[in-house]
């Protein structure tokens, strides 16, 4: 069982509809990252949490720690945000920092 | 700043060959990271450094090998080149590993190597 569990794996919307994708983890935590894939491979990191609560235009991130659960939504969606999302888990093991990847939400958003 | 420079972007070899992947950065970032993306897994560590002259193994280091004789280099060695090193391969680097909640991890564009 992977460490970093993302739900769902695919995730189809039309454009404007509220998109809600889910990362579960497994391990403790120092932060809780979720990155942005576009077809084409580049990734790009869109919020880093420890607690609480991120907003960024129309990207929402939370976390839970005690649950050990996060999710980033996206408020009115557009064609544009059609990407793959990651999650990914920084574990500090006391030397270093390591990340633990989820598998990638593929979202495709249609007009 | 051009952030990270990760080269080449496309790159084939025959078994048993062997080839160096590129990876600078220009922030100061102590630490970097290579990792592999195969379909249906998660990007997977392959080695890491936190800083110049310090390197260690992640997750699946066999078959590959680093140095960080700076900061701002972090190549990654392919000795011997298996079919099984097909993957995508991206550098990353960070002031500390992604360790805190406001700091940025930034990526490499990706090298897609097959390996026949």
């Known amino acids: 069982k992977n460490e970093v569990e993302q739900s769902p794996q695919n995730l189809t919307a039309q454009e404007g509809e509220f998109i809600t994708i889910n990362c579960s983890y497994s391990?403790?935590?120092?932060?809780l990252h979720w990155l942005q894939q576009h077809p084409g491979g580049g990734i790009v990191s869109l919020f880093m949490?420890?607690?609480g609560k991120k907003k960024h235009g129309r990207l929402i991130a939370t976390i839970n720690i005690q649950e050990k659960h996060s999710s980033l939504h996206i408020t009115a969606s557009h064609p544009r945000d059609s990407a793959v999302y990651i999650c990914a888990a920084s574990v500090f093991t006391g030397t270093a920092s390591k990340l633990t990847f989820g598998t990638g939400t593929r979202l495709q958003v249609t007009l | 700043n051009a952030g990270v420079t990760q080269t080449p972007k496309f790159q084939v070899l025959k078994t048993g060959q062997s080839m160096t992947l590129q990876c600078a950065q220009d922030?100061?970032?102590?630490?970097m990271s290579w990792y592999r993306q195969d379909p249906g897994m998660g990007l997977r560590l392959i080695h890491y450094s936190v800083g110049a002259g310090i390197t260690d193994q992640g997750e699946v280091p066999n078959g590959y090998n680093v140095s960080r004789s700076t900061t701002e280099d972090f190549p990654l060695r392919l000795l011997s080149a298996a079919p099984s090193q097909t993957s995508v391969y991206f550098c990353a680097s960070s002031y500390s590993g992604g360790n805190s909640a406001n700091e940025k991890l930034f990526f490499g564009s990706g090298t897609q190597l097959s390996v026949l």
């Open positions: 391990v403790g935590i120092s932060a």
């Open positions: 949490l420890s607690s």
């Open positions: 922030m100061n970032h102590e630490y």
